[in-house]
Every structure is written in C-alpha cells, then in structure tokens.
Nanobody, 130 residues
Framework: QLHIVESGGGLVQPGGSLRLSCVTSGLDLDDYDYGWFRQAPGKAREGVSC????????YYADSVKGRFTISRDDARNTVYLQMDHLEPEDAAVYYCHARSRFTALAGARNMCVRLQSNYWGQGTQVTVSS
C-alpha cells in the first residue's frame, strides 16, 4: 500500500530554518522523481523544489533559490527539504509529491514547473511569523 507522509513543519520566526521530511512506502524510489509543492491561502500552487530519480537533477523556484535545499536518501525512503532564511512569504502547506520517472517530459524542472504528480501526501503546515 502506498503512503507518503510529510513532517517537520511548524512555526518559525523570519530568518529561521526548518527541515521537512517526506517518508514514502509502497514505492520503488528509484522509479520516481520527488518534489515539494506549496499552497498558501489565496495563492496559486507552486512547485518549490524537485529532485530527479537517483538525484540526477534538481530544480528550485526563483523564490527559494539559494535558501532551500532538496535531497533524497533512497536507503531511508526519505526526501528532505532544508529551508533556511525563511520569510513570511514562505508560509504555506507543503506537500510532498512523487511522479514516475517514465512520465513524458521527465526531469526535476518539468515536474516542478508543470506541477506533475502521481502521488502526494497530506501536507505539513509551515508558518513564518514573529
């Protein structure tokens, strides 16, 4: 049975850091690209960062470039999003998504820009406020 579970969200002051984790089960990680999409009230969903299968490619939205780092540990079936120098604009529900690497127009950039996904979790809330 497939499960994607996010954790690590919470309340942090501007300038602070959080690390989100995405644990998957029921999937062969080698066959999937992973990404973090976020949704804030009144805003369009945004592909924040994506990573290709085996970490072959990475993509970051301009809004987070230089502040966020995505990584994956296939041995632990886990994908991470390290978020540093958080800003109030980063506040949102963050969802972990998985997309088959056999999808047409594959790759981390396409996954994030086109918001492509086969599976996703329930999300974890990130609040940035003083």
């Amino acid at each position: 049975q497939l499960h994607i579970v996010e954790s690590g969200g919470g309340l942090v002051q501007p300038g602070g850091s959080l690390r989100l984790s995405c644990v998957t089960s029921g999937l062969d990680l080698d066959d999937y690209d992973y990404g973090w999409f976020r949704q804030a009230p009144g805003k369009a969903r945004e592909g924040v960062s994506c990573i290709g299968s085996r970490g072959t490619s990475q993509y970051y939205a301009d809004s987070v470039k230089g502040r966020f780092t995505i990584s994956r540990d296939d041995a632990r079936n886990t994908v991470y999003l390290q978020m540093d120098h958080l800003e109030p604009e980063d506040a949102a529900v963050y969802y972990c998504h998985a997309r088959s690497r056999f999808t047409a127009l594959a790759g981390a950039r396409n996954m994030c820009v086109r918001l492509q996904s086969n599976y996703w979790g329930q999300g974890t809330q990130v609040t940035v406020s003083s």
